[in-house]
Nanobody, 127 residues
Framework: QAQLVESGGGLVQAGGSLRLSCAASGRSFSNYRMGWFRQPSGKEREFVAAVSRSGDRVNYADSVKGRFTISRDNAKNTLYLQMISLKLEDTAVYYC????????????????????WGQGTQVTVSS
């Protein structure tokens, strides 16, 4: 069973940048496909970005394309989300998620496709 711990959230001005990290416990990180989701206050959780087990395949929500970059370092058991040009509407609790898979190149966008979740980290973008 994986344990995921997000970090790197905080308060940033619109137009600024943040990098979120998600540290995974255990020795199976390279076997997981990973994703980032977010939940604005009072709204449903939504997909942000996903990366395959290999790291070669990625997918992004339209709202973050060109501004967010998902990446992973399997040697460090860590998932990242680099966020630039942040907007007010990016304010949310950000969650990382993981699922073991035998497919090196599969990426998934739905919450139901993920087994393990972190506790979330708050990102607040101010004007």
């Amino acid at each position: 069973q994986a344990q995921l711990v997000e970090s790197g959230g905080g308060l940033v001005q619109a137009g600024g940048s943040l990098r979120l990290s998600c540290a995974a416990s255990g020795r199976s990180f390279s076997n997981y496909r990973m994703g980032w989701f977010r939940q604005p206050s009072g709204k449903e959780r939504e997909f942000v970005a996903a990366v395959s087990r290999s790291g070669d395949r990625v997918n992004y929500a339209d709202s973050v394309k060109g501004r967010f970059t998902i990446s992973r370092d399997n040697a460090k058991n860590t998932l990242y989300l680099q966020m630039i040009s942040l907007k007010l509407e990016d304010t949310a609790v950000y969650y990382c998620a993981a699922t073991p898979t035998s497919d090196y190149y599969d990426v998934r966008l739905r919450e139901d496709d993920y087994t393990y979740w972190g506790q979330g980290t708050q990102v607040t973008v101010s004007s």
